[in-house]
């Protein structure tokens, strides 16, 4: 008799594995191999929720995009509880009319979000749209629901999004 191998799929099972083989001398054996456990992917996944933000600059400096940018992380971390390992990845968006700096700068810089991937792009321009806006689109790996996730609007930008910024 060939060794032969059978898999359990039964993940209550202390062995995950058994080895069946027939030796002319021992007869048959069976050999139970014993695996690590893996918890299902059910059980460690995470969802990625999209955390929303928006800012104004009043003028187009580094320095006010920098300064900007900041407090509006700050703002969405601090209101989320979020922790920088657990950001798949942030979305910039700036007015055409700023371009002294790019925001992912200060993220880099001042809130030391080196592994992070970051990008920086420049909004459609719409007719009538607010202007001096830096838009934040942060992809956060969490187990919190959509509706526990804060979405956070500061100085001119509140306009955009009252009906999320008179919830909170």
Same mark, same amino acid.
């Given at each position: 008799?060939?060794? @032969?191998?059978?898999?359990?799929? #039964?993940?209550? +099972?202390?062995?995950?594995? %058994?080895?069946?083989? !027939?030796?002319?001398?021992?007869?048959?054996?069976?050999?139970?191999?014993? &695996?690590? &456990?893996? !918890?299902?992917? !059910?059980?460690?996944?995470?969802?990625? @929720?999209?955390? @929303?933000? $928006?800012?104004?600059?009043?003028?187009? +400096? @580094?320095?006010?995009?920098?300064? $900007?940018?900041?407090?509006?992380?700050? =703002?969405?971390?601090?209101?989320? /509880?979020?922790?920088? =390992?657990?950001? $798949?990845?942030? %979305?910039?968006?700036?007015?055409? /009319?700023?371009?002294?700096?790019?925001?992912?700068?200060?993220?880099?810089?001042?809130?030391?979000?080196?592994?992070?991937?970051?990008?920086?792009?420049?909004?459609?321009?719409?007719?009538?749209?607010?202007?001096?806006?830096?838009?934040?689109?942060?992809?956060?790996?969490?187990?919190?629901?959509?509706?526990?996730?804060? &979405?956070? %609007?500061?100085? #001119?930008?509140?306009?955009?999004?009252? /009906?999320?910024? #008179?919830?909170?």
């Amino acid at each position: 008799m060939p060794t @032969r191998r059978i898999r359990l799929t #039964d993940s209550s +099972s202390l062995f995950s594995s %058994y080895v069946i083989s !027939k030796n002319p001398l021992r007869g048959v054996t069976i050999s139970a191999m014993r &695996h690590q &456990h893996r !918890k299902s992917a !059910k059980e460690i996944m995470t969802e990625v @929720r999209g955390v @929303r933000g $928006a800012t104004t600059v009043s003028v187009n +400096s @580094r320095e006010a995009i920098m300064d $900007a940018t900041e407090e509006l992380l700050n =703002e969405m971390v601090s209101a989320n /509880d979020i922790d920088s =390992e657990d950001i $798949a990845a942030v %979305y910039f968006t700036l007015t055409s /009319d700023l371009n002294a700096e790019f925001p992912a700068v200060a993220a880099r810089e001042r809130l030391n979000w080196a592994l992070v991937p970051l990008i920086n792009s420049i909004e459609i321009e719409r007719p009538g749209s607010m202007r001096k806006c830096v838009r934040v689109l942060l992809f956060l790996n969490t187990n919190q629901s959509q509706a526990d996730i804060k &979405h956070i %609007y500061l100085r #001119d930008a509140v306009s955009l999004r009252a /009906d999320i910024t #008179d919830a909170q």
